[in-house]
Every structure is written in structure tokens, then in C-alpha cells.
């Protein structure tokens, strides 16, 4: 196998979550060998918006928080966030996540099929 480099900086932003804010997809379905990897990718939500509530279908997903304070909610409550924390989603789990300040946050999403 040879290794393969992207540059991240050159990878595209793109709409996300209908407009709450935007994404760069790093990895998606078929570029690694193991294909229970749904996708990767880096998260932007702007000040004041909100990833609404969502689920992934059959997909775990996991989320690092690089930038910001915030909070995390799903069924069974509100969980804050701050730069450094990771997160795991269940599969099919509702959840949501809201910027209350007056900065851009980001985090990275890792997902994997189950």
C-alpha cells in the first residue's frame, strides 16, 4: 500500500445541515479499504446556529470539538461542549448541537457504519 496525502486546505467548504453551516468532507465511502467508514469530515457553525435535530441511519458517529463552547442535545438532555471534547453518537440517536456565542465553531466528524 502507498500512503496518501491530501492537502485539507485545498478540499472545498460546502453547505451543511440545510444551511446552518458548512463542512469540508475529508474522507467519504470507498477512498479507504475498511468501507464501514462512512465519512469525515470538518464541521463550521456559525455564531448562533444550530446543526438541527438529526440522526444518522445505522451510522456511529464520533465528534471533536476544535474550536468553541457549546452544547450538545439529545433526548435524554443538554451536554456542553468546549475545545477538546470528543463525543460518540449512537447509531440512530436524535441529536442537535447550538453555537450560543458570537464565534465560529468547528469540530470533526468521523462516521462509521454499523
Given amino acids: 500500500m502507498k500512503v496518501s496525502k ?3 486546505s485545498e478540499v472545498p467548504k460546502e453547505e451543511a445541515h440545510a444551511g446552518s453551516g458548512a463542512r469540508r468532507l475529508y474522507l467519504k465511502r470507498g477512498q479507504l479499504k475498511n468501507l464501514s467508514v462512512e465519512a ?6 456559525p455564531a448562533g446556529k444550530t446543526f ?6 445505522n451510522i456511529e458517529e464520533v465528534m471533536l470539538v ?4 457549546g452544547v450538545v442535545s439529545d433526548k435524554e438532555g ?16 436524535d ?14 466528524f468521523f462516521r462509521i457504519e454499523v
Fill in 52 to 57: 438541527d435535530w438529526h440522526q444518522h441511519e
Fill in 66 to 69: 476544535l474550536k468553541g463552547d
Fill in 40 to 45: 469525515m469530515t470538518h464541521g463550521y457553525l
Fill in 95 to 108: 441529536h442537535k448541537i447550538h453555537n450560543p456565542t458570537k464565534t465560529e465553531h468547528e469540530m470533526i
Fill in 6 to 8: 491530501k492537502s485539507l
Fill in 78 to 93: 443538554d451536554y456542553t461542549y468546549s475545545a477538546g471534547d470528543l463525543f460518540i453518537f449512537p447509531p440512530n440517536t
